[in-house]
């Protein structure tokens, strides 16, 4: 069975230039999460979805970046105007989460954005 | 004070040599996962844990909840091993679903 896949593994863009990433999530998993992560840094949480709902945006830069889930199965990240702050690599994670914990963790690849 | 620190930020060690990677944390938890990164590559889920022991071929992770401390050990560590360990707690005083990462331990095995 597929991994969860990420689409594009890099980007490079200009600043004020939009850019989207794509995630599918492994089959069955009802969480998907959109993390950010800087050279040597942990994953810093964006969004997580639980099914087709946005659960936790608290972090997502509500003015140039976006998400949706719609049909609870795949989900695209967007930004728009991309800034230099932005160049980072975007991981998509998905589990299945139950009443007792959020189960085991599967990552993508992540998407490598650079900002010129 | 980071909920999740880990110990050591950086560890070089000698093909061969035992190794431990020790997480703590703060927060009321769920599980705790161990994860694994290689440089410009994915994260790999290692274990997740809740209590007691698990071992996968050369690794080893514990946890104790009374303690809120994790170790990760590796046995005859390999220069493939070589990767950045990341800890990361389910925080069950918050949402099921909401994860709290360490800043990761970067291991360098030498042959």
């Known amino acids: 069975e597929a991994g969860v896949v990420q689409s594009p593994r890099y980007k490079i863009i200009e600043k004020k230039q939009p850019v989207a990433f794509w995630c599918n999530p492994i089959?069955?998993?009802?969480?998907l999460y959109w993390y950010l992560q800087n050279l040597g840094q942990g994953p810093e949480l964006l969004i997580r979805?639980?099914?087709?709902?946005?659960?936790?945006d608290s972090q997502l830069p509500k003015d140039r970046f976006s998400a949706e889930r719609l049909k609870g199965v795949d989900s695209t990240l967007k930004i728009q105007p991309a800034e230099l702050g932005d160049s980072a690599v975007y991981l998509c994670?998905?589990?299945?989460?139950?009443?007792?914990?959020?189960?085991?963790?599967?990552f993508g690849e992540g998407s490598r954005l650079t900002v010129l | 004070k980071n909920e999740v620190e880990q110990s050591p930020q950086n560890l070089t060690a000698q093909e061969g040599e035992f190794i431990t990677i020790n997480c703590s944390y703060s927060?009321?938890?769920?599980?705790l996962h161990w994860l694994q990164q290689h440089p410009g590559g994915g994260i790999v889920s290692l274990f997740m844990?809740?209590?007691g022991k698990k071992k996968h071929g050369r690794l080893i992770a514990t946890i104790n909840i009374q303690e809120k401390h994790s170790s990760l050990h590796i046995t005859a560590s390999h220069p493939r091993d070589s990767a950045v360990y990341i800890c990361?707690?389910?925080?069950?005083?918050?949402?099921?679903?909401?994860?709290?990462f360490g800043k990761g331990t970067k291991l360098s095995v030498k042959p």
């Open positions: 994670a998905s589990s299945h989460l139950t009443d007792l914990n959020t189960g085991e963790l599967f």
């Open positions: 089959s069955g998993h009802n969480t």
């Open positions: 979805y639980e099914n087709e709902e946005a659960v936790d």
């Open positions: 927060v009321g938890i769920s599980a």
């Open positions: 844990l809740s209590s």
């Open positions: 990361a707690v389910s925080d069950y005083g918050g949402s099921q679903g909401n994860l709290i």
